[in-house]
């Protein structure tokens, strides 16, 4: 089905989902919205994340999208379920932590995990709930982690700012006895091999951008909503933009992005 595929988020964050979906699904077209304007979500009220996805849906259902992937975690925390209803049989809607679940599921029964993320998503305790639902054997912990985004964002990782901010947060004993840490964040595969020498391999660092790109593929495969090649290039829509936001793309992309300003409001 030649029609291409959603991808949104709260800024630019999420890219870093929608270049593993583009490696999973080389012939599939996406187009992107990242809002913003209206960033960060990882501190907004459901409420308000709801309103802001509802709009981002409009937009990506007029450009005619045949599924929508929230890759947001604060947003799938958030509005997945409302959103799911709202766009009804226009189009698939996924997010990000149902295929996180169904991993650590597979997995880690019977183990204890972990899970980094914004206030946003660890506040809502929608990881929590899904594994006492689906996997209760599994021990789970959760930490917010508020500094990451933005110590991200402005350039620390990978270096020793981030080394001290990355091994305090680590270090709280929530964390303790885990042997797997979750990466709930869009941003977070950037300091994930900053992540994995704090462990020295002890505990699985695992980047849920891989796996969610996988459970998107394996989704349109089965609904047989595959394309069989690009017709045009991806599109990447941003509800506001700065002369450095195509530097901070190409970052989280992982090669150079052409950003197109969108309003979600007219
Ligand atoms: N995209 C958000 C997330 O994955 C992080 C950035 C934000 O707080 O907006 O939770």
Redesign the pocket.
Known sequence: MQQPIGIF???L??LTVANAVQKALPQERIIYFGDAAH?????KSAATIQAYSVKICDVLLSKNCKAILI???????AAYELIKAYVGSRAHVMN?IDPVISFLFEKYQGRKVGLI??K??VGSNVYAHKLADQAPSISFAALATPLL?PMIEEGFHNNSISEVIIHQYLSDETLNGIEALIL????YPLIQSQIEDYYQHRVDVIDASQIVAASFAEMLAEKELKSTGKSEPNAFLVSDITPSFERAASLFFGHKVHLEKHMLWE
């Open positions: 988020d709260s800024g964050g999420g960033l960060p979500y990882g501190d890759a947001c975690n604060s947003a799938s925390a990000v993320g914004t946003q998503t985004v709930g964040c869009t941003h």
